[in-house]
């Protein structure tokens, strides 16, 4: 099974660690291809980062074709911001591409309580897993 894995890049580490546990039951998994260039950047250096790749390399595009390939979708929400379970901009559009490809969208955490998206979350109908990936496989 093939899983593309969505996430805030401020948390490119547990992506990694993620990805590694899939590989491990024998699944291939794929966080962004620039996740390990974020490991061990504290938040404003690794926003610094972010922006730069999606300008000089189209990071947004390059996610999207790993989405077109996958079976599954997991979307990696922690916490962030004061708010439990966040999903950030760039996750809520990957979601909204597995969406439109209908593919199965998978949410580690709760969908989070967030003014202005949360209703279009909900009508994407993400299963939540509450933390166990075992439910996706």
């Known amino acids: ?5 969505c ?9 990694l ?3 590694a546990w899939f590989q491990a039951r024998g699944h291939e998994a794929y966080p962004s291809t ?8 504290n938040d ?10 999606k ?3 189209d990071a947004i595009r390059e996610h999207w074709y790993v989405i077109q390939k996958a079976d599954k979708v997991l979307i990696l929400n922690y916490d962030k911001h004061d708010i439990p379970g966040y999903i950030g901009g760039n ?32 009508a994407m109908r993400p299963i939540i897993i509450n933390g166990d990936l075992e439910k996706i496989i």
């Open 34 to 41: 620039f996740s390990r260039e974020f490991v061990g950047l």
């Open 91 to 122: 996750s809520f559009l990957e979601m909204g591409f597995a969406y439109i490809l209908n593919k199965p969208i998978y949410v580690l955490n709760p969908i989070p309580k967030m003014p202005y998206y949360e209703t279009e979350i909900i």
């Open 55 to 57: 300008y000089e390399h």
């Open 17 to 19: 660690e993620v990805q």
């Open 1 to 5: 099974m093939v899983i593309a894995i």
């Open 7 to 15: 996430h805030s890049m401020q948390y490119a580490e547990k992506a």
């Open 44 to 53: 404003e250096e690794k926003e610094m980062l972010k922006l730069r790749q």
